[in-house]
């Protein structure tokens, strides 16, 4: 009650002062505001032009029958309900979903044993590791022809002859419709295994040795050791690591697409070939399209779903 | 005594300890452990790495075939170099360096801008762009391909077609939204401090840009650098599409053309995966400390 009398005489003999600071203020902001969005005007608009507009267009010509020079008709959710009772796309979801499950705990099993061999400061483990982490380094095209290679189906080929050795038969790998899809979750597993290798090992720094001795001093197992102390501390790295490769599994195409292209006999078909092979060589944009937003949407309930849960179990 | 040997322990690294420096318990001293430890890594160093040495092998035979292939070449040749010359290699090659080069610096750059509003401003609408930051990454080309491709042949209102340019390809990896995300991480951890005394001395945005904060943020130019070099040269479906004819392709993309043409024999194929391995072999050598942070910290931050 005090404080309000005093405050106003104060700034009213001086309305000039007052205003010019205000004005002085605003120009600065306003000033700051358009340095603000100067700054974030390239990636406005390269997003703009090459993901949001994209993104429109991919969901507006799902609801039209797509046809070049005689113009597009609208048919509302027939495309997708043409992918949807697509016998070839189901079977392509379940190898998509195949592949994913195979893929990224393959991945993540492999990496994990890795990280614990790996683990250490020894120089000869660091350069171990450096080696090993090349086929992640190396682009997913050039990892398939390298693999188109090694995967070759004669006796003489060089997985066949290793095989030979150990007294097994020649496998026809990506030849075989039994064996493609397989040989192809192998070369995911991989070439996805030393990254997680590296997010594990990073994980494994942070456990408490003590922990160690203790356990080893109650006379703990290998086994126990791993499983109350190791994989608990993991846990966190474990749930990123297998969401990421999960939600990226669903859009996975380079190496399916350069091992195989989809065949032998549709055997390898996922999501994506079938997709680009409607959008691209069939030119049935309208269904691809259709086909495309649902692996979004998707793809988006799958990211929201996982930033509640990682929120969630942050919050407890 | 007790006490002095726990204290001890630590420091001296082949202590008996030090089978608790692993999960697992590897014993530093020779016996049955460490050869089995051995004998695993060569295991795994052949799965994972030998299959290079036999491609880079092959590459440099005179014979190379799938079905002969060994760790060191048999008769020494660059002849498949030679054929993959005549193939117009080095026309593949140079669109994949002036791809990766462009991109990554209009990726890189853009980035640091965006960053640099998103991590030191406060301004309206900011969780909306870091919203629509963050939905850049769940579209990429796979998903909006057949759409994209559309919009590179008639860019909308400009109504030129980027087709067959490498503009097509380097324009749409200038935006991505996980370098964005790192460099404004690693933006917000620089002290205000700095940024106010700078801005006495009447430093504009610009300066305080590229004199104030970046040199700041060196190691995170490492980390989104490499990680954009890898994810422009791993590029395959964009290229694909941004292309009009296949001497507008990429290297890795060409592997493809390469494979099917009959009249030239897989080691030519061969050398032309060994020269679109060799660039991110240089990269991931020299900036193995950035890329291995980056990863970690991806992993942590999520």
């Given amino acids: ?316 | 005594m007790t006490l002095a040997r726990t204290t001890a322990a630590p420091r001296r690294r082949p202590s008996p300890s030090a089978r608790f420096d692993t999960a697992l318990g590897w014993s530093p001293q020779f016996g049955a452990n460490m050869a089995l430890r051995i004998t695993l890594c060569v295991l795994v160093f052949c799965i994972f790495a030998l299959p290079f040495v036999a491609i880079i092998s092959a590459a440099f035979d005179r014979n190379s075939s799938p079905t002969e292939i060994s760790l060191l070449p048999k008769t020494f040749t660059l002849q498949n170099f030679e054929v993959a010359q005549q193939q117009g290699l080095w026309g593949y090659l140079l669109n994949s360096l002036v791809i990766a080069g462009g991109g990554l610096l209009l990726q890189m750059t853009v980035s640091v801008f965006a960053a640099y509003s998103l991590s030191r401003k406060k301004f309206r609408g900011q969780a909306l762009v870091l919203l629509l930051v963050l939905m850049t990454m769940m579209l990429p080309e796979e998903v909006i391909g057949i759409p994209l491709s559309l919009v590179l042949g008639d860019l909308p209102l400009l109504g030129i077609s980027l087709k067959g340019s490498v503009l097509a390809v380097i324009l749409p990896v200038g935006i991505w939204g996980f370098s964005i995300f790192i460099m404004s991480e690693f933006m917000k951890e620089i002290p205000g401090e700095i940024e106010e005394a700078a801005r006495l001395d009447g430093v504009g945005e610009f300066r305080m840009l590229f004199t104030i904060i970046l040199p700041l943020c060196k190691p995170a130019l490492g980390v989104i650098g490499i990680f954009g070099f890898m994810m422009v040269w791993d590029q395959y479906l964009l290229p694909l599409i941004a292309a009009n004819d296949p001497s507008d392709y990429t290297l890795t993309v060409a592997l493809s053309v390469l494979r099917n043409d009959t009249t030239v024999g897989p080691g030519v194929l061969v050398a032309g995966a060994v020269m679109a391995m060799i660039p991110s072999l240089l990269v991931y050598l020299f900036l193995q400390r950035s890329m291995i942070r980056g990863i970690t910290s991806g992993a942590t931050k999520g």
């Fill in chain 1, 1 to 316: 009650m005090t404080a309000t009398p005093t405050k106003t005489p104060v700034s009213r003999p001086a309305p000039p002062a007052h205003k010019a600071a205000g004005g002085t203020r605003k120009r600065r902001g306003s000033k700051q505001s358009l340095a603000v969005w100067l700054f974030l005007l390239p990636a406005a608009l390269l997003g703009l032009y090459f993901k949001f507009i994209p993104m429109f267009e991919g969901v507006r010509l799902s609801l039209f029958k797509v046809q070049p020079f005689l113009g597009d008709i609208f048919v509302g959710f027939e495309n997708y309900a043409k992918v949807l009772g697509d016998q070839r796309f189901m079977e392509a979801l379940g190898h998509t979903i195949f592949l994913g499950v195979t893929q990224t705990l393959g991945a993540l099993l492999v990496g994990f044993v890795l990280a614990l061999l790996l683990e250490g400061q020894a120089r000869s483990l660091w350069f171990l590791r450096t080696a090993i982490f090349l086929p992640v380094v190396t682009a997913l095209a050039v990892v398939g022809e390298i693999w188109r290679i090694l995967y070759f189906p004669t006796a003489d080929g060089p997985l066949n002859s290793i095989l030979g050795w150990l007294g097994l038969g020649p496998l026809q790998f990506l030849n075989g419709t039994d064996t493609a899809l397989w040989s192809i979750a192998v070369v995911g597993i991989w070439s996805g295994a030393p990254y997680n290798m590296v997010i594990i090992l990073a994980g494994l720094t942070g456990v408490d040795r003590s922990l160690y001795e203790s356990a080893g001093v109650d006379g703990a197992t290998v086994w126990q050791r791993l499983r109350y102390i190791t994989l608990p501390a993991l846990r966190p790295s474990l749930v990123i690591v297998l969401t990421l490769a999960a939600i990226r599994s669903l859009r996975s195409f380079t190496e399916v697409y350069v091992l195989t292209g989809g065949g032998p006999a549709g055997s390898t078909e996922v999501w994506m070939t079938r997709m680009y092979s409607l959008g691209f060589q069939r030119n049935d944009i309208g269904v691809a399209s259709a086909a495309a937003v649902l692996l979004l949407v998707v793809t988006l309930l799958l990211t929201v779903g996982t930033q509640y849960l990682a929120k969630r179990k942050a919050d407890r």
